[in-house]
C-alpha cells in the first residue's frame, strides 16, 4: 500500500518559517509530479504547491508564491515544502500526494502535519 508521512509542521509566529517534509515508501512517486496540499480550517482542501518528477517545473497557488518554495529528493523519496514569511491564512493541515489533482483524489492521503500561524 501506498504510504505518504508528512512532518515538520507546528506553532510559530506570523512571519517565522517551516520546513515540511514528506516520506513516500512507493517508487511509483517517483515518476509523477508531486504536490502540497493543505486544508484550513472549515474550508476543503486546496493544492498549494506541485513539482515535476524531474523536478524542473513548479507551481505554486497564488496566495503563497514567493513565500513558499517545493523541492523533492527522488533519491531520498521525499517532497518538501519551506515556507517563509507564514502568515495566520496558512494555518492547515498540510498533506502531500499526487500533484494531478485527479490522481490525488483517488489516492491513499497519510495524516498530515498541522502547521498553526499566530498573529
Known amino acids: 500500500q501506498e504510504q505518504l508521512v508528512e512532518s515538520g509542521g507546528g506553532l510559530v509566529q506570523a512571519g517565522e518559517s517551516l520546513r515540511l517534509s514528506c516520506a513516500y515508501s512507493?517508487?511509483?512517486?517517483?515518476?509523477?509530479?508531486m504536490g502540497w496540499y493543505r486544508q484550513a480550517p472549515g474550508k476543503e482542501r486546496e493544492l498549494v504547491a506541485t513539482i515535476t518528477n524531474g523536478g524542473i517545473t513548479t507551481y505554486y497557488v497564488n496566495s503563497v508564491k514567493g513565500r513558499f518554495t517545493i523541492s523533492r529528493d527522488n533519491a531520498k523519496n521525499t517532497v518538501f515544502l519551506q515556507m517563509t514569511s507564514l502568515i495566520p491564512e496558512d494555518t492547515g493541515i498540510y498533506y502531500c500526494?499526487?500533484?494531478?489533482?485527479?490522481?490525488?483524489?483517488?489516492?491513499?492521503w497519510g495524516q498530515g502535519t498541522r502547521v498553526t500561524v499566530s498573529s
Open positions: 500526494n499526487y500533484g494531478d489533482v485527479g490522481m490525488a483524489r483517488r489516492a491513499y
Open positions: 512507493e517508487i511509483i512517486f517517483r515518476r509523477h509530479a
